[in-house]
C-alpha cells in the first residue's frame, strides 16, 4: 500500500502478478481524508463534502503523524491545514497532535495516529470487498475478510518516533503490519524484479545503477540503487521534505487570489486568505489549471470560476511561459538531492543506466526539462531522456505488494535480496563515570572507544542488524540511543534527536561487564533486544576414575600406565567458561503510546465503527423505502403495469398513501431511525403486495395449468394403453385408483378454472398457482409409481440335485511334475484295477 499525503493506492499480489485495487467507483487513486459527521466517511466519501465540511474533515495525517504540537514541522504544516489542533497528554511525556472536530454532534478529539489507523482499516476494507466479490460465503463480513499480509510505503525521511507512531495507529485498529518500507526502496523493487525476471542483469560485470526521482504530493526524493542479478542495493537516499506537487498548485491559487483581489479592490468584504472554504474552491481550481498546462506544447490555460466570494467571478487566463516564471524558485531546488546522492555514491551521471521518474507531480513539462538539464539529457528526445516505465502513480503500491509476496508465509516467491540503506547515522550514548573499558561488536568489532558514545548504525547501513556495545557497570545505569550530530546536513530542522533511553538493571556492588544489544528491526526502528550479564566461570576438571583392583603379572604395565595418567590429570589446570546471564531493562520513550492508551483508543474505534455499521444499515432501509416508493408509484399508475389489477379503492387511497410516505421521508422522517423506515416500508409494502400478488399469478397462471393439463393428458394416455401386454403386472385395483385420481384433478381443475374466469383480474384470485403446483405434484405422487412399476422378473425353475458318488482312492506313484503333466487320460471304460497301471492297445 502506498500511503500518500493525498491520495492512497492498494495493491495485491497474486498467482497472476499485481494488480491495483478499484474502490467502489472503479477508481484506482483513493482520497486520503476522513469526513466526521453523525458518523464517518472515507477516502471518496469524504472528498464530496470536504469544501463544505472542511472543519471536520482530516487531511494531511501522512505529515503530522508522530510529531509534537511545538515540533517545526508540524507547526508549518497544521498552518496548511484548516483544521482546529488540539494537544493530546501522553503517559510517555509529549504532548501529541489532535483534531478538534464535531462528531455525532458533540465535540470529539481525534489523534493523528488513530485517524491514520482509520484511514488503514477503510483501504483494507475496499481489499476485502473484492476478495468478498468471489466469495461465496455470504455469512462473511469485510472485517473479517481484512487481508493479513501489509506492507505500507512510507517516506525514508521519517525519524524512529514517526515510525512507531504509525505503527501505533495500526495497532489500534487491530491491523498487524509486517513491513513498512521506504517509497523509493518500493519503487526500486518493483523495478528491478521485473527486470531480473527477464535477466537483464545477468551479463553485466558491474552492478547496473539507476536513478529514481520521486516526487508527490508533498515531498521530493532521490535515490540511487544498484541492482545485481536477485538483488538491490540502496546506495544513497536524500530528500527535500516541503518540495511536492502542493508547492506547484500554491503558486497558481496565489496568482488566481491576486487576480481577484486585484479585480474586485475594495469590493470584497475581507480578504480571500481569511476564507477557508474559499481558499479550497481556488486550490481545486489551481490544480487543474496545471494539469492543463503539464503536457508538452500547451501555451496557455484558462481560468473560469463562478461565485468565488461576495457572488463575484473571475476568468482568466494563465499563461505558460508565466508559470514557468513563477515556478523558477521550486526547479532551482531539484538539483541539491541529485547531487548530494551522486557525491555520497561517487557516481557521475554518465554512470546511471536510467533515470525513473515515479509521482504524479512529475508531469509537469518544465520540471522534467530542469531534471533532464540538470542530469545532462538530451532535451530533444523523447520524454527528454528520463524513463518512465513504470506507472507514475502505482509504482510505490506495486513494489510494496510484491515485499509483502516476499515476507508472506502463503505465497512462495523467488527470492530477491533488498540491502537498504539508514537514513541517519545512531549513537549510543552513557554516563562517562566508573567507564573503565568499551567493546563495540559488530562492524567495529574489536576497537577501544575513549568517549561515552559510539556511532552503532551509521548512515547507508542496512537493516534490519544487530549490533553490541560492552561496557563495566554496578547497579542500574541508564544507555541513550539518539540521532548523532553528523545528520545535521540531512536530518529534518527542529525535529528531537533522542530516540529512547534504555534503563538496565545490573547487579549492584562489584563493577560487572555488561554487553548491550541493540537492533534495527526491519522497519529501521532501534530498540533494545537484550541487555547480559557477561562473567568468567572455572569450571574444575572432571575427577580422574578410581584404581581399580586387578591381579596378576599381566595387569603390572597397566597399572602403570593409569598412575601416570592420574598424575597428569591432577597437573591440569581449571578451565575458564564465560557464561552470560540475561539482565531486566525498560525502554521509555517520550512519544511512545502504552497499551492503556491504545487499548482506550481502540474502545473508541469500536464504538465508532458500530456507529458506521447502524448509519450504514439505517441509509441503506431509508433508500429501500425511497426506492420502493418510486418503482410501485410508476407500476399503479394509469400507464403502469399494475394498474389494472388494482380496484377502485386501490386506485384511490393507494397513491394517496405513496404520496404522504414521500412527503414524510423528505421532511420530519429525514433523520429517522431504522427502525422507522423499516415499519414506514412494511405499511405500503401491504397495500403493493396485494396487487403485485395479483400481477404474479395472473402471468404464472397459464403456464402452471398447461402443465397441469398436460400431466392429466399424459397420465390418461397411460391408462389407456395398460391392456397392452407390457403393463400385465399392473393389477385393476392399481388401475383403478389412478383413474379415479385423473378424473378428480380434471374435474377439480375445469371446475375451478371456471370459477376463476368469472371475476375481474382485478379481485384476489380463486385459485392460486402454488395450489395448482400442488395439485400437480398430487397427481404425480398417485401415478407416477404405478406407470414406472418394474415388470417383476420371471421364475427360474430348479433342477434337482444329483448325488455324486465318491470315487475310489486311487494310489499314484509320485512322478515328477514334468511326468504328470503328460500322462495319458484314463478312459471311461477301461476296466481299471486298483494299483494296475492302464494297459493300451
Known amino acids: 500500500m502506498d500511503f500518500g499525503v493525498k491520495n492512497a493506492v492498494i495493491a495485491a499480489a497474486g498467482r497472476g502478478g499485481v494488480d491495483v485495487i478499484l474502490n467502489g467507483n472503479s477508481n484506482r487513486l483513493n482520497p486520503c481524508m476522513i469526513g466526521f459527521d453523525k458518523s464517518r466517511t472515507f477516502g471518496e466519501g469524504a472528498s464530496t463534502t470536504a469544501t463544505s465540511n472542511f472543519k471536520n474533515t482530516i487531511v494531511g495525517m501522512k505529515r503530522l503523524v508522530g510529531l509534537t504540537m511545538n515540533d517545526p514541522r508540524a507547526v508549518k504544516e497544521m498552518k496548511l491545514i484548516p483544521l482546529t489542533f488540539s494537544p493530546i497528554k501522553r503517559s510517555a511525556g509529549s504532548d501529541t497532535i489532535g483534531v478538534k472536530l464535531m462528531y455525532n454532534d458533540q465535540e470529539s478529539i481525534i489523534s493523528v495516529e488513530h485517524a491514520v489507523g482509520m484511514m488503514v482499516k477503510h483501504l483494507g476494507t475496499i481489499a476485502a470487498a473484492k476478495t468478498l466479490s468471489g466469495n461465496h460465503d455470504s ?4 472485517e473479517s475478510m481484512l487481508p493479513s499480509d501489509w506492507v505500507i510505503a512510507i517516506p525514508g525521511y521519517y525519524t524512529d518516533a514517526q515510525k512507531r507512531a504509525f505503527l501505533s495507529g495500526c495497532d489500534i485498529v487491530g491491523i498487524s503490519v509486517l513491513r513498512l518500507i521506504n517509497e523509493t526502496t518500493a519503487s526500486a523493487l518493483a523495478f528491478g524484479i521485473f527486470k531480473d525476471i527477464r535477466k537483464e542483469f545477468n551479463n553485466l560485470e558491474k552492478p547496473s545503477h539507476v536513478m529514481f526521482i520521486d516526487m508527490g504530493h508533498s515531498s521530493y526524493s532521490v535515490a540511487i540503487v544498484g541492482f545485481e542479478p536477485g ?6 537516499a536524500h530528500y527535500d521534505t516541503d518540495l511536492g506537487g502542493r508547492d506547484f498548485d500554491q503558486i497558481i491559487t496565489n496568482w488566481i487570489i491576486t487576480q481577484f483581489e486585484t479585480k474586485f479592490k475594495n469590493k470584497l468584504s475581507s480578504r480571500v486568505s481569511d476564507k477557508p472554504k474559499v481558499v479550497l474552491k481556488i486550490m481545486a481550481a489551481a490544480e487543474k489549471a496545471k494539469k492543463t498546462l503539464s503536457p508538452a506544447g500547451v501555451q496557455e490555460a484558462r481560468i473560469n470560476m ?72 538530451n532535451v530533444n528526445s523523447p520524454n527528454m531522456g528520463l524513463s518512465t516505465t513504470m506507472n507514475a502513480d ?19 516467491v523467488k527470492a530477491y535480496e533488498i540491502a537498504e540503506a539508514q537514513a ?8 562517562e563515570e566508573g567507564q573503565s573499558g568499551i567493546e563495540v561488536e559488530g562492524e567495529t568489532e574489536g576497537n577501544a572507544f575513549p568517549t561515552n558514545s559510539v556511532v552503532m548504525f551509521d548512515r547507508g547501513s542496512n537493516y534490519p542488524s544487530v549490533k553490541r556495545v560492552t561496557l563495566r557497570r554496578s547497579g542500574e545505569f541508564s544507555v541513550v540511543a539518539s540521532y548523532d550530530e553528523s545528520a545535521s546536513a540531512c536530518f529534518p530542522a527542529g525535529a528531537p534527536r533522542e530516540i529512547a533511553i534504555l534503563k538496565i538493571r545490573a547487579p549492584p556492588g562489584v563493577e560487572n561487564k555488561i554487553r548491550v544489544n541493540v537492533k534495527q528491526d526491519i522497519n529501521g526502528c532501534t530498540t533494545l533486544s537484550s541487555a547480559q550479564l557477561v562473567e568468567e566461570v572455572i569450571v574444575e576438571p572432571e575427577a580422574p ?46 512519544m511512545q503510546w502504552m497499551k492503556p492508551e491504545i487499548d482506550a483508543a481502540f474502545e473508541v474505534e469500536v464504538s465508532m465503527s458500530n456507529a458506521d455499521r447502524i448509519t450504514k444499515e439505517t441509509s441503506d432501509k431509508r433508500n429501500e423505502l425511497e426506492s420502493y416508493i418510486y418503482d410501485i408509484r410508476d407500476k399503479v399508475s394509469s400507464y403502469g403495469a399494475l394498474f389494472a389489477y388494482c380496484n377502485e379503492e386501490e386506485k384511490k387511497n393507494f397513491p394517496s398513501a405513496l404520496e404522504t410516505t414521500e412527503n414524510w421521508l423528505y421532511e420530519e422522517g429525514f433523520d429517522a431511525s431504522k427502525t422507522v423506515y423499516a415499519d414506514k416500508l412494511s405499511e405500503i409494502q401491504k397495500l403493493g403486495n396485494t396487487i403485485e400478488r395479483r400481477f404474479s399469478e395472473a402471468t404464472s397462471r397459464p403456464t402452471a395449468v398447461s402443465t397441469l393439463q398436460r400431466s392429466v393428458e399424459k397420465y390418461k394416455s397411460f391408462l389407456n394403453s395398460c391392456n397392452d401386454e407390457k403393463y400385465a403386472h399392473i393389477t385393476a385395483e392399481e388401475q383403478q ?5 385423473c378424473d378428480e384433478v380434471s374435474s377439480w381443475m375445469y371446475d375451478t378454472l371456471d370459477k376463476q374466469g368469472s371475476i375481474p383480474i382485478n379481485v384476489d384470485p380463486v385459485v392460486t398457482v402454488s395450489e395448482i403446483n400442488a395439485k400437480s405434484y398430487e397427481l404425480s405422487n398417485v401415478v407416477s409409481p404405478v406407470m414406472h412399476k418394474p415388470i417383476p422378473k420371471p421364475k427360474v425353475e430348479e433342477k434337482p440335485k444329483v448325488e455324486e458318488k465318491p470315487k475310489a482312492e486311487e494310489k499314484t506313484e509320485e512322478k515328477p511334475p514334468e511326468t504328470m503333466d503328460t500322462e495319458t487320460p484314463k478312459s471311461e471304460d477301461a476296466d481299471v484295477k486298483e494299483g494296475v497301471p492302464m494297459q493300451t492297445d
Not at 538483488?231 to 544513497?236: A, R, Y
Not at 476568468?315 to 547531487?339: F, G, H, W
Not at 541517519?424 to 554516563?431: E, L, N, R, V
Request: glycine fraction near 4%; proline fraction near 4%.
Open 424 to 431: 541517519y547515522p545512531i549513537k549510543i550514548a552513557w554516563d
Open 737 to 741: 385408483a389412478c383413474h379415479d385420481k
Open 139 to 142: 455469512k462473511a463480513s469485510e
Open 231 to 236: 538483488k538491490l542495493s540502496v546506495k544513497s
Open 306 to 377: 463562478e461565485c468565488i466570494m461576495d457572488d463575484f467571478d473571475l476568468s482568466a487566463t494563465l499563461k505558460n511561459v508565466d508559470y514557468e516564471s513563477m515556478c523558477q524558485p521550486l526547479l532551482d531546488r531539484l538539483e541539491a538531492p541529485i547531487r548530494r546522492c551522486l557525491a555520497e555514491t561517487g557516481l557521475s551521471c554518465s554512470d546511471l543506466s536510467s533515470v525513473e521518474i515515479v509521482g504524479g507531480a512529475t508531469r509537469v513539462a518544465c520540471l522534467k526539462r530542469k531534471l533532464a538539464s540538470i542530469l545532462g539529457l
Open 545 to 590: 576414575p578410581k584404581d581399580v583392583e586387578t591381579t596378576g603379572a599381566d595387569n603390572q604395565a597397566d597399572n602403570g600406565e593409569e598412575k601416570k595418567a592420574v598424575e597428569e590429570t591432577k597437573e591440569v589446570a581449571p578451565k575458564k567458561k564465560i557464561k552470560k546471564t540475561n539482565l531486566e531493562f525498560s525502554i521509555s520513550r517520550s
Open 394 to 412: 502505482e509504482a510505490v503500491a506495486r513494489g510494496a505488494a510484491l515485499q509483502s509476496a516476499i515476507l508472506s508465509p502463503r505465497f512462495k
